[in-house]
């Protein structure tokens, strides 16, 4: 047998997939070399089965850093599932729990042990890792590792002193999202400079991408959510309190909603992150606390009621959805509000002059994707070098925005600024522009301004985006030193002078409801049996239950598809479904084959 077909016959044997998905084999291979391996893929393209596989295939010793306990307890649930033996040592064990397992590790009980990197590089655990051969250590979201990366983490820089008391081990580094100077970061800081670079495509033909105008938010997320009651997703919010009121509201509406943030104890958050997990149709509000390494496959859609903080991290957050590979749609609400807000959020955090530069350039693309008249797909993952066509399925490919000649309304504007002096921010501008009379446009004798009223015929609705068009096109900026005041680039003088048109997007007067993006849900995949497929689940959510894992891990959503369709009934048949592997297939064939069985007699 060629070694190709061997290592595609043990995939079948060990979890239940018959081919490898794009890249893995390579990578496994690589592995299996010895060779150190760093490995961008996007969520969901199966970065876990990289690892895991050549650890169980060769035996060897394993180390797998993560960053996350929940993350660890999902892969060794699979894993055991699986019928492999593994450890995990991490804060949520007991003292007793933990050296339990550090037995089983060192007896060769087990051969897995997953670690938070911060409990790797305590002294105690490097001496006692010395005493074996450890044959591989896997760095999962290696991008932590550097301080280019979205999310620097200084226990993981910690890793990188690896390298010289582990030389003879092989370094497997994973991530989602690195872009060139990170890559070189990693591969420093882990290797001496041997690495292979594996980049496969950021895209991710499944997700749909929507951004709608922050108005009316609550119907319009309504609106979003009424036709998806049977599904599960994430509503991202930006503060504590809004997770909690969104939660709320959404409860008040019927939704099996469960809100998510760092404010809430670490029992409730363990619970919330379980019931979502296991629970059918569940919607979890959350800050950004929630996600990372957040394994469930059957994620359906994305929603973030605010601007995230960049590219990487939206396209990191929308990844959670559809890592089974069917469509899930995402949608973000965008407004003038969250960009001043996530601009100051920079502008007070921590980190030096270079690294606000760098992430106020992370933000500043992330508005030109919102502002973007051209495929969402395509302005995404220009971000990423990546060239890709046109989806066919974003909002801008479904309805084409419309695009005029906004240079007389965008001049009422700049003047209002230039004679205000630069000094005021977007309401007062509007304020004046609209003529109303208000406290401190009278205080500042602004409503004597010749500018004063004279684009008072339009709706703040289009002001306000005519003036985010303006900063995302770079004619505007947000000066922060002074409280959030616009002020006009050399572009923007353009545009006043007339040198230079302002094209737009046109503003609808009327907002329509959020529309409906993809035509196809999981739902209407299952075209055979979809009574069969609610027994199907029914029947996942018991097994699940009682062995205290989530319900994917017994099967995913899409072997239950498969299921549905073919009704597998002996036992080639039922082997023959994908992600039905040999333990799994001993544990769950008859229990399934029972429903299986009453489903296709009552039929006939
Ligand atoms: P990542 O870590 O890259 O985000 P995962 O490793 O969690 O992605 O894999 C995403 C999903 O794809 C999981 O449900 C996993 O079981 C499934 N998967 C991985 N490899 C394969 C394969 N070769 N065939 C079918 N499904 C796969």
Known sequence: MRSGDKLKAYLKDNFGYSTFRPGQLEIIKTILAKKNVLSVMPTGAGKSLCYQFPAIYSNEKTIIISPLVA??????????????????????????????????????????????????IQPRMVEALKRFSI????????????????????????????????????????TATADRATRADIVEKLTTGECAVHVKGFDRP????????????????????????????????????ETDETCAFLKANGFNAISYHAGKTSEYRRVAQDRFMTEDSAVMVATIAF???????????IVHTSLPSSVEAFYQEIGRAGRDGEPAETLMFYGLQDMVLRQKMIFEGEGNEKHKLLEYKRLEALIGYCESTACRRLALLSYFDEKVLNCGKCDNCLQPPTVE???????????????????????????????????????????????????????????????????????LRVNLQKYGALEISEKGYNILRENEKFLAKVVP?????????????????????????????????NLARERS????????????????????????????????????????????????????????
Not at 291 to 301: E, H, L, N, S
């Open 71 to 120: 993350l660890m307890d999902d892969q060794v649930a699979s894993l055991s599932h699986l019928g492999v033996s593994v450890s995990k040592i991490h804060s949520g064990l007991s003292r007793q729990e933990n050296i339990d397992q550090w037995k089983r590790f060192a007896n060769g009980e087990s051969n897995i042990l997953y670690l938070s990197p911060e409990r790797l």
């Open 135 to 174: 044959g591989l250590f896997v760095i999962d979201e290696a991008h932590c590792i550097s301080k280019w990366g979205a999310d620097f983490r200084p226990d993981y820089e910690e890793l990188s002193k690896l390298k010289d008391i582990f030389p003879g081990s092989v370094m497997a580094a994973f």
């Open 206 to 241: 499944n997700l749909s991408l929507k951004v709608s105008p922050k108005q009316n938010l609550k119907n319009n997320l309504l609106a979003f959510l009424n036709e998806k009651r049977e599904q599960s997703g994430i509503i991202y919010c930006l503060s504590r309190k």
């Open 291 to 301: 996600g990372m390494g957040i394994d469930k496959p059957d994620i359906r859609y």
């Open 405 to 475: 000649d906004y240079s007389d309304i965008a001049k009422i504007l700049i003047t209002a600024i230039k004679e205000t002096g630069q000094y005021f921010g977007v309401s007062h501008i509007i304020d004046v522009v609209r003529g109303a009379e208000t406290a401190k446009a009278k205080a500042r004798s602004h409503n004597l301004l010749d500018i004063f009223g004279t684009g008072g015929t339009h709706s703040k609705q289009l002001l306000q985006s005519i003036i985010r068009q303006l900063i995302a096109n770079g004619a």
């Open 509 to 541: 007067k009327v907002l329509s409801p959020v529309a409906k993006v993809s035509p196809n849900s999981t739902i209407s995949k299952i075209q055979n049996n979809p009574e069969l497929f609610a027994e199907l689940k029914k029947l996942r959510l």
């Open 549 to 604: 894992v989530p319900a994917f891990v017994v099967f995913s959503d899409k072997t239950l598809i498969q299921m549905a369709n073919d009704v597998p009934l002996s036992e080639n048949e039922f082997l023959s479904i994908s992600g039905v592997g040999r333990t799994k297939f001993e544990e769950y064939y008859h229990p399934f084959k029972e429903v299986l069985s009453k489903f296709k007699e009552q039929k006939n």
